[in-house]
């Protein structure tokens, strides 16, 4: 038989040496590549510092886009991060899709009437996702402006998967956080916080702490809004209305979370709207992310 191994015939190395000795680059070296492990959404060379926080935050590589449903996989999920681009847009719609087959029991399991979950709305918004509407830029100005339905968008989406998401729109020094309650589960307790960074023009951008991470634990958030100055509190459009609520009904609520020397302290002139504020500030800043119990607005 010809062509198998045994007819091939032997090599010997004098005839290898000859062969390296007519290559005229056989002296060439290669310099040696240094492999250090990366993290996907900061990658140290085309870091971006965030000028308004302190040194070491960076924006998130620009390839993910600030979505509910990205921050979230970006939150849970170790492959999210490593993925190709195409290969996290199809992540994204398998999670819209679980997350719309999951509304109706979670409508139920945590009040969604109470948290403003409309059910139509959500559907045709949850639906759209699934579909691959989370391929488009996520309108956090619009959250901004008060429109509900995002709002409620963002609040699931935490409750889904069990993290918090602070939305820092820094033009106008105004911050928000989500989701509007928390179950009396103790995981909550460790729950890491997102972060999103929304400009005028609408362009969002996620933000990576000192240590190349997306995630933020809660002593390291309320460490960090202690060094940033003056921020306002905006209660989201989905909060609990206090149109059916007295003035001296919501100094007794923030009395009861806050002592009676800060209800003391309060302003003779406030408002009522500015009182609801003061108590979803409150209510984040020394007791949940200080693992309290409380009430919110």
């Known amino acids: 038989m010809q062509g198998t191994v045994r007819d091939t015939q032997p090599v010997y190395w004098n005839d290898i040496e000859k062969v390296i000795l007519t290559n005229v680059h056989r002296n060439h070296s290669v310099d040696i590549i240094s492999i250090k492990g990366l993290n996907a959404a900061a990658v140290a060379a085309e870091a971006t510092p965030v000028n308004w926080l302190p040194s070491g935050w960076t924006y998130a590589n620009s390839s993910f886009f600030a979505t509910p449903i990205s921050l979230a996989l970006m939150a849970t999920d170790p492959l999210y991060e490593i993925s190709a681009v195409n290969t996290r847009r199809s992540m994204e719609k398998e999670a819209a899709t679980e997350l719309a087959e999951a509304f109706d029991d979670m ?17 045709s918004e949850l639906t759209q996702w699934a579909a691959g509407a989370t391929e488009r830029p996520f309108d956090w100005t619009a959250v901004l402006d008060k429109r509900k339905i995002l709002s409620a968008l963002i ?22 956080l989500w989701p509007l309650q928390e179950s009396d589960d103790v995981s909550w307790a460790s729950a890491p916080i997102m972060n999103v960074e929304v400009l ?8 990576v702490n000192p240590d190349g991470d997306t995630k933020v634990k809660a002593a390291q958030w309320l460490a960090l809004f202690k060094t940033i100055g003056e921020w306002q509190w905006v209660r989201p459009s989905t909060a609990p209305s206090i ?8 100094k007794a609520d923030y009395g009861e979370l806050a002592g009676a020397v800060a209800l003391a302290n309060l302003a003779k002139k406030i408002d009522k709207d500015a009182l609801a504020v003061l108590i979803y500030k409150y209510g984040w800043t020394d007791i949940r992310l200080v693992n309290k119990e409380s009430v919110f607005y």
């Open 243 to 250: 149109s059916g609520k007295t003035l001296t009904e919501l």
């Open 200 to 207: 005028s023009s609408g362009e969002a951008h996620v933000l």
């Open 107 to 123: 409508y139920n399991k945590h009040n969604g009437r109470g948290r403003a979950w409309t059910k139509t709305a959500m559907n």
């Open 155 to 176: 609040d699931i989406t935490c409750v889904k998967y069990g993290i918090r998401l602070a939305v820092w729109w820094s033009e106008h020094k105004k911050l928000s």
